[in-house]
């Protein structure tokens, strides 16, 4: 222990040395793109992107977004303030190829073993920005600025991707920070590229608030100089982490850091390792542990990269260790005894972390054959937000899956080679969209696509993606992310997406979405109640035949409770699309007799009219009907909370003319019944009454005031010479500025 602190002495006083060196120069290309003399200062940024044979970004002011583009604010939400932008139709301007937009930092010497954070915030908007990248350039000319200067010298230089991101904004600024270090000569170019799908919108990339520090960002470290805030832990293992530049071994241990393995030109850059060799013993371990880790509102993702080059690696475990009680140290990743990689490669490796209390990270290696199991470790950050667990399996969650090697677990129908089939896992490519799995390197992104048109499906077929069974202690949050998409923008009936708990006596869905045209993935959310034994279903339903489908990808989970995101997937026990049942709704007995018709019941056949949901044939609505004999049919629901406001709302029609014919929605609570809204035939206008079996379905809303017992409501027919159909049950919480529609319905 005596050396490793000599070494943390010498790191530090190393450190001093080269922040104050590198103090001036760190600063020189902070940017926040002030307005000076009404206009938007660039720094110190080269802006002309001429000499790289590319297209430049653009200063831009909020105020004049409309007018000239990029967001209405910058980064500080100041209608005035400046920050840089380029849109689609910059992008696709130039004729060189690739079609790209580059902004370039003013060239820098080496970052030294400290390395530098690079902090900015982005905005992406509109449809048309395929990827934003931060780059590393790094300059093998003798003379940069010569070159910068003299297009006719050519340049020789190397970028390595150091951050992408495939996925919009929506015009809102996010803060990023990423930690890089190179001895080389370099600058950092933001990179943006064009989808020339949709050349004809004004999407845009915009970028503010550009500073860089001497450092690693918090919560990263690429062990460079030493372990940052990490630190090997006292008691409860055998051996310390120590740091590496390169293995002494052939057969065991890393060559080189993770960033230079990936560019020849990077010659510096260390790693921390486990090391195997004498005297060390079989299951022994090293344990390194990070700085206290603050409560999580919203989880956190976690990023390191792995090398298990050797034939002897033992276990490598992620611990969760609250710092209250270090008894309750749980797993939350690991790769098992017997892993071996014949190739020295660094994989990338995540894991989704989430508390409610202070909490610590632990990274422990285990040794499997001494001398001939070395792990190494490198490029550790947290980010926001959560990530399926990389690789597949290394989780202890049951749920996580980027689909990038297969199914993870979750259970799907047997596809047919030889025929379309509805689920199954595949790449974007022509005919799919891209996946939403980020990664700074080119990968076949793969996710699970409900196909709309495959010729075998009809409407309200369904297929889903099951879970094991599962045994929950605690809520947990299931997360996933999801893209509705046909090749037909204005198609409005698509299909819907559903999450659907099933317990071993009832299936509950607590989460649906459908109808959508989603021009990139949305972020999903769910939260999963503890219990002894349930399975988790994503299911798909099939709306009308469209050149679409429907995607999953990217599922994780995480023990927070979690509020159900986007808020249009909310499902209350009482809405129903009728698609295959009458869901919790339940017909009343009757004693007027009359065949099955005459009483409330899900329409499975041809009729005049098709449903609300999909616009497809076959059913999916509710029908009760009748020829010269009056009947009444009631549905009834589940029950509604007492002091809670509602809005009810469902689509109606009538369908033959029958001017007797009435329509109810009725509140019965302890024996007593109030009417809440109805509508005879002969009071139906704009349109009128339904002729030569031309429907129209009619919107419904009724409010539904506190009260102060549990209620359930009735839906209520009257026929005698025609039918009522009725579709898309739906319960909106706490909406005061519900009112009774259509304007001829009464109380």
């Known amino acids: ?137 790094t300059y093998d000319n003798e003379d940069v600025q010569e070159a910068l200067a003299n297009d006719t010298i050519l340049w020789n230089t ?85 740091i590496g530049r390169s293995s002494e071994k052939r057969g065991t241990g890393p060559s080189r850091d993770q960033t230079s393995s990936l560019n020849n030109r990077i010659y510096a850059g260390g790693y921390a390792y486990a090391d195997s060799s004498f005297p060390r013993l079989p299951l022994e371990t090293a344990m390194l542990v990070s700085s206290a880790v603050q409560p999580t509102e919203k989880p956190l993702c976690l990023h390191f990269w792995l090398n298990v080059h050797g034939g002897g690696v033992g276990n490598v475990r992620v611990l969760y260790s609250p710092v209250s009680s270090s008894s309750k140290t749980k797993e939350l990743w690991s790769i098992g005894k017997g892993i071996k990689s014949g190739t020295d490669t660094w994989y990338p490796c995540q894991q989704t972390i989430a508390s409610t209390e202070e909490f610590r990270i632990i990274f422990e290696a285990t040794v499997g054959i001494p001398g001939s199991g070395d792990v190494g470790l490198d490029t550790i950050k947290l980010t926001q937000g959560s990530c399926p667990s990389l690789p597949p399996g290394s989780s202890s969650g049951w749920s996580d899956c980027t689909f990038l090697d297969d199914t993870c677990g979750w259970q799907i129908p047997t596809p047919d080679s030889f025929d379309c089939t509805f689920l199954s896992r595949v790449a974007g490519g022509k005919y799919n969209p891209a996946g939403h799995t980020e990664s700074v390197y080119e990968i076949v992104d793969m996710y699970m696509k409900f196909d709309l048109n495959c010729y075998k499906n009809r409407a309200r077929d369904r297929a889903a993606m099951v879970s094991s069974t599962l045994t929950l202690d605690t809520d947990v949050c299931l997360s996933f992310w999801v893209m509705m998409y046909t090749n037909v923008a204005s198609q409005t009936y698509i299909g819907a997406l559903r999450v659907i708990l099933q317990y071993p006596d009832k299936n509950v869905t607590v989460w ?151 329509i109810s929605l009725i509140r019965t609570s302890e024996g007593k019944e109030d009417v809440l809204w109805s509508v005879l035939q002969d009071k139906i206008v704009n349109p009128g009454v339904s002729k030569n079996n031309v429907v129209n379905w009619r919107y419904a809303q009724v409010p539904l005031a506190s009260h102060d017992s549990d209620y359930e409501l009735v839906l209520e027919g009257e026929v005698m010479r025609s039918a009522w159909a009725i579709d898309d049950f739906h319960v909106i919480p706490d909406r005061d500025d519900c009112r009774l529609e259509p304007s001829y319905a009464q109380p």
């Open 1 to 137: 222990m005596e050396e490793v602190k000599v070494r943390t002495l010498i790191a530090t006083f190393l450190g001093i040395i080269l922040q104050s060196a590198l103090v001036s120069s760190q600063s020189v290309n902070d940017c926040t793109f002030d307005l000076k003399d009404g206009e938007v200062s660039s720094c110190n940024l080269i802006m002309d992107a001429s000499a790289f044979k590319l297209e430049s970004w653009k200063m831009g002011v909020g105020s004049t977004f409309a007018w000239l583009g990029g967001p209405a604010e910058d980064a500080q939400e100041n209608a005035s303030g400046g920050y840089v932008f380029t849109s689609i139709s910059d992008m696709l301007s130039t004729f060189q190829q690739p079609k790209k937009a580059w902004m370039v930092t003013s060239p820098s010497n080496s970052t030294g073993a400290l390395g530098r954070c690079l902090q900015f915030a982005h905005a992406i908007g509109g449809l048309g920005v395929k990827s934003l990248e931060v780059l590393l350039l």
């Open 158 to 242: 190397r970028s390595c991707p150091l951050w992408r991101t495939k996925q919009t904004t929506h015009g809102d600024w996010q803060k990023v920070q990423l930690t890089f270090s190179t001895m080389q000569e370099h600058s950092i170019v933001f990179s943006a590229s064009p989808d020339t799908r949709y050349s004809n919108y004004r999407g845009y990339a915009a970028i503010d608030d550009i500073a860089f520090t001497v450092g690693p960002c918090d919560n990263e470290c690429m062990f460079d100089l030493d372990f940052c805030s990490w630190a090997n832990n006292d008691t409860g293992d055998n051996f310390d982490w120590v």
């Open 512 to 662: 649906r979405l459908q109808n959508q045209q989603h021009a990139s993935w949305t972020y999903a959310q769910v939260k999963v109640p503890a219990t002894p034994s349930v399975k988790v279903a994503i299911e798909g339903l099939q709306g009308p035949k469209v050149m679409g489908m429907i995607g999953v990808d990217d599922i994780a989970m995480f023990p927070l409770a979690c509020s159900l995101e986007p808020a249009s997937a909310m499902v209350q026990p009482a809405d129903c699309t009728f698609d295959h049942d009458l869901c919790l709704w339940k017909v009343e007995a009757s004693d007027q007799g009359g065949s099955s018709l005459t009483k409330w019941h899900l329409a499975s056949s041809e009729k005049v009219l098709l449903d609300h949901t999909f616009n497809a044939d076959r059913g999916g609505f509710a029908y009760v009907e009748s020829f010269n004999t009056k009947y009444t049919s009631r549905l009834r629901g589940p029950v509604f909370s007492q002091n809670q406001t509602f809005c009810f709302t469902f689509w109606f029609t009538e369908v033959y003319e029958d001017f007797s014919a009435k």
